[in-house]
């Protein structure tokens, strides 16, 4: 996947209050207090202003947020503790379904940069493979087991159930 579209949180958080909805794939830097969030929403929308992320030129940037937030099948992978919650955010991917064979994978940095960009059914398989090995690689010893394991994660979830 080719990144198409660069977005800080606050960026993603006034694109989806846009639309009445939460960003899918969180937003590690703004904290979920309501008036945290209001101060994003401000200052994703002035960036968005200022970058014309909503000018003529950007309909694939309207396209892939419009994809994104209408989803209807989500594919989530991070790094999850033992009892599966967010273990951090050195890894966050949502692969967004948005029809047949089209997908919006996002990578969340823990910066709370997300990069956008479009993909097909094999590229999604391929992303998942490449995480899966790149966990098996960086598995972890029986020393950091003990610290406490960290877990390659994947939720589901879809209109279809």
């Not at 994104?68 to 890894?91: E, F, H, I, N, P």
């Not at 391929?126 to 966990?135: F, N, Q, T």
């Amino acid at each position: 996947m080719d990144d198409v579209l660069l977005l800080t949180d606050d960026e993603a958080v006034a694109f989806a209050a846009e639309r009445s909805a939460a960003w899918p794939g969180g937003a590690p830097t703004v904290e979920g207090a309501p008036t945290a969030i209001a101060e994003a929403i401000f200052r994703g929308n002035r960036s968005i202003f200022v970058r014309g992320l909503r000018d003529e030129p950007a309909v694939e940037v309207q396209e892939l947020v419009d994809g994104l937030l209408g989803s209807d099948a989500r594919v989530m992978l991070y790094l999850g503790d033992d009892s599966y919650r967010r273990a951090g955010w050195g890894v966050a991917s949502v692969l967004h379904g948005v029809g047949a064979d089209r997908w919006v994978l996002e990578r969340v940095e823990s910066t709370g940069v997300h990069r956008l960009g479009w993909g097909t059914d094999e590229d999604v398989r391929d992303y998942v493979a490449a995480m899966l090995g790149g966990a098996v690689d960086a598995g972890p010893t029986p020393a950091d087991e003990a610290a406490g394991a960290s877990w390659l994660c994947a939720l589901s979830a879809s209109a279809n159930g």
